[in-house]
């Protein structure tokens, strides 16, 4: 596997862009332009709640000067950034009408609701469920700490209702959500509330005792976002390449290392590179050249050096910045040697279809041993696999990576990739260029 490819441009960025656009009531222009079926239909889910028009070198995004609609389709499944999003709508005080949404989502939200002074609506039909957004007036944080999966509703609710709210976290708070915000105006400050100087010798001697410790220690953060100020007038979005397609190409350099292989326009932020963070556990030493600054911080290029798949142990947390890497972080672990743990993915659970469980379906037509957690899951590595077929579309990131993976196993492959091809029309033209392989349609 040798060369260079260029990223496109991140779908899931460009949807962020466009809700906070409709959230902030302003005109944006999101650039560069993305003409694929997935973002084609984000715009035909926001039509009448946005106007979407092309031009040479980005979209222009702004509000609907019409009415809009009461309430937006959306398939919640497969949405990226779920919560976040969510809530913003809902905060707006439009209703979500979806297609496919699980008892235990619904539960979750409206639980997530009332720890915030909120309540939720629900109305089933016989093909959607309808949520809306019943009583705010007595928004606000909770009172204990927020979680690193739970800010992303919090500060979406906010968002939607233009409301300052301040709250502590037990995490950092590394999202391209802080980007966004920043890009439109808005005021979003971490702080960490931690005193200690770190140049204190006593303090540096505490640490370094307590090293051992540090997975369980708690680190409190404030976290103040006003969103009641107006909003940039005609905001510009730069968006970088696809953070899920830059995981799939780290993946494809992990399991075949022979070449030397350049990863163009990727995002280097740490929110972004959780397959990157991955190997880099194993031992790869990775070089990173940024070379622009886009809307949602660094990006450059990534080349992998050598290095031995091992097995390793890791929290997935928060969900939404794992779900979409993980099918490549579970394809990795496969041909890995030992036995990998992932864990802190039960609120996959609560998808429709339950995520996890076509996670082990993928696993097993594979022939990789593996099992369940109450909160995630063990994969054993270290074979060597036969060729194998999957005809299910499930997603992009997943059947992506059983595509990978098919490039490793010995004998012929066969993966459903209609799902692949809507989020990256030129897949199969990037995976050509780089690595040799008979790929048959």
Avoid at 73 to 99: K, N, V
Avoid at 252 to 280: H, T
Avoid at 295 to 300: K, M, W
Wanted: net charge negative.
């Amino acid at each position: 596997m040798r060369g260079s490819v260029d990223l496109p441009p991140s779908p899931d960025l460009f949807l962020l862009s466009a809700v906070v656009t409709l959230a902030a009531q302003t005109r944006s222009v999101v650039s560069p332009r993305i003409d694929t079926p997935l973002v084609n239909r984000y715009k035909d889910a926001f039509a009448g709640h946005l106007t979407f028009d092309s031009g040479d070198q980005g979209v222009s995004v702004a509000s609907a000067a019409a009415e809009t609609p009461a309430s937006i389709a959306l398939d919640i499944g497969m949405l990226p950034y779920r919560d976040f999003i969510a809530f913003a709508l809902l905060g707006m005080g439009t209703a979500l009408a979806c297609p496919s949404i699980s008892d235990q989502r619904i539960t979750a939200w409206e639980e997530t609701a009332r720890t915030m002074g909120c309540t939720l609506a629900t109305q089933r039909g016989e093909s959607t469920t309808t949520v809306r957004l019943e009583k705010s007036d007595t928004f606000g944080p909770p009172l204990q700490d927020v979680s690193a999966d739970a800010v992303y509703p919090l500060l979406g609710m906010a968002l939607g209702l233009r409301r300052r709210v301040s709250f502590t976290m037990d995490a950092v708070f590394s999202s391209p959500v802080r980007h966004v915000l920043a890009a439109f105006g808005f005021e979003l400050h971490v702080k960490s509330t931690d005193q200690t100087d770190p140049t204190d010798p006593v303090a540096k001697r505490m640490r370094f005792l307590q090293k051992k410790k540090r997975a369980e220690e708690t680190h409190a953060f404030q976290v103040s976002a006003d969103f009641s100020v107006k909003a940039r007038d005609d905001v510009a979005i730069d968006l970088p390449g696809d953070e899920v397609l830059a995981s799939l190409f780290v993946l494809a350099k992990s399991l075949i290392q022979k070449g030397a292989l350049v990863v163009n326009n990727a995002s280097l932020e740490p929110w972004a590179v959780q397959m990157l963070d991955f190997v880099r556990k194993m031992g790869c030493k990775p070089a990173l050249q940024p070379t622009r600054e886009t809307s949602f911080g660094s990006c450059g290029l990534m080349q992998l050096q050598s290095f031995e798949l091992t097995s390793r142990k890791t929290n997935c947390r928060p969900v939404c910045l794992f779900a979409d890497h993980l099918a490549a972080e579970l394809i990795c672990a496969a041909f890995a040697t030992g036995q990998s743990v992932f864990r802190g993915l039960e609120d996959l659970r609560a998808d429709q279809p339950d995520t996890l469980d076509r996670l082990h379906a993928c696993l097993e037509k594979m022939g990789i041993r593996h099992g369940e957690m109450p909160d995630g899951m063990v994969v054993d590595g270290g074979r060597e696999l036969d060729g194998f077929d999957y005809i299910e579309d499930i997603s992009a990131p997943i059947n992506g990576a059983l595509a990978i993976a098919g490039l490793k196993c010995r004998g012929k492959s066969t993966i459903a990739d209609a799902a692949i091809t809507d989020r990256w029309p030129d897949f199969r033209q990037m995976i050509s260029s780089v690595c040799e392989f008979r790929a048959q349609a």
